[in-house]
């Protein structure tokens, strides 16, 4: 290969990279708030996740079928308990199917906030790989940091940030 063809090589690969919708996508980024997005309760009122600032929120991407994320929502209900209602806890469930979260939910006790997302539409605005994947947003609506599964490490992160 000749070094024009290179060059054209590179420029065709850069004007592709600059106009992919998904390269151009508003991801999460720490300091910003999260991308806009808006689900349903489990009473099918739409709730946005922008009108949830004002105070500490955790928000988590889970399925009810994850042994990591029905690990990681128990702790969350402890911390929950302790610090509501100074702390927001949201859990969007990427389950498919309503009675198996149902199902899920009867099963456990929890007092914080439950959104639906049956079309997986935040996976791509979230960019979410792995579940759980936990936001920590400040009170002034602001992404700190961003968790991928969870451990002690992450439940530890998770109690620091908590901390006054």
Same mark, same amino acid.
């Given at each position: ?6 060059? !054209? ?12 919708? =998904?390269?151009?996508?508003? !991801?999460? /980024? ?5 991308? +806009?997005? #808006? ?7 739409? @709730?946005?996740? &922008?009108? !949830? ?10 399925? &009810?079928? &994850? %042994?990591? =994320?029905?690990?990681?929502?128990? %702790? ?13 806890? @949201? ?8 009675? #198996? ?9 929890? /007092? ?7 079309? !997986? ?5 979230? +960019?979410?790989?792995?579940?759980? #994947? ?8 602001? @992404?700190?940091?961003?968790? @991928? ?10 109690? %620091?940030?908590?901390?006054?």
């Amino acid at each position: 290969m000749n070094r024009s063809m290179i060059r !054209l090589f590179l420029l065709v690969a850069m004007v592709i990279l600059l106009t992919n919708p =998904c390269i151009a996508a508003e !991801l999460p /980024s720490i300091g910003e708030p999260p991308p +806009a997005l #808006t689900l349903p309760n489990l009473a099918g009122r739409a @709730v946005e996740i &922008s009108d !949830l600032s004002g105070r500490p929120t955790i928000l988590t991407f889970f399925t &009810s079928w &994850s %042994d990591t =994320c029905k690990q990681e929502l128990s %702790d969350l209900q402890s911390f929950y308990k302790g610090l509501a209602p100074s702390l927001e806890v @949201v859990a969007i469930s990427l389950d498919r199917k309503s009675k #198996t979260l149902q199902e899920f939910l009867d099963k456990n006790e929890y /007092s914080f906030k439950f959104l639906i997302d049956k079309k !997986l539409s935040s996976l791509n605005k979230y +960019a979410i790989l792995i579940i759980p #994947t936990t936001f920590l947003i400040n009170r002034e609506g602001q @992404v700190e940091k961003i968790l @991928v599964d969870y451990d002690d490490n992450v439940k530890t992160a998770i109690e %620091d940030w908590l901390k006054p």
